[in-house]
């Protein structure tokens, strides 16, 4: 196992805080049975998203992927015409005592 450096992973992200963003965001897509780009070689999740990273497989624009539970919910509802049929119709009005 090598050890994986925050220099490495640098020169594939702007800065160590956008690297914190980006590992953070790939250890728990791992955690929660993402596929790895590499071979685990039995390290943790944080570990292999670091080494991704360092490997340039990862980057920045992981940020702005939609989680799947987004797009699936989009999958579903279509566009907004299907949204606004879950809306209440007609003369609905709630009951008073």
């Not at 020169?11 to 965001?25: I, P, Q, T, Y």
């Not at 879950?86 to 709630?94: A, F, K, M, R, V």
């Amino acid at each position: 196992m090598a050890r994986v450096t925050v220099e490495d992973c640098l020169e594939n992200v702007d800065n160590r805080f956008e690297l914190v963003l980006v590992a953070s965001k790939r250890a728990r897509q791992l955690a929660n049975g993402g596929e790895a780009t590499l071979e685990w070689e039995n390290d943790k999740p944080t570990v292999v998203a670091l080494r991704e990273i360092a490997e340039g497989n990862i980057d920045a624009s992981i940020l702005v992927e939609k989680p799947a539970s987004i797009v699936d919910e989009e999958a579903l509802l279509g566009d907004q015409d299907a949204a606004s049929s879950l809306e209440p119709q007609g003369d609905w009005s709630p009951a008073t005592s």
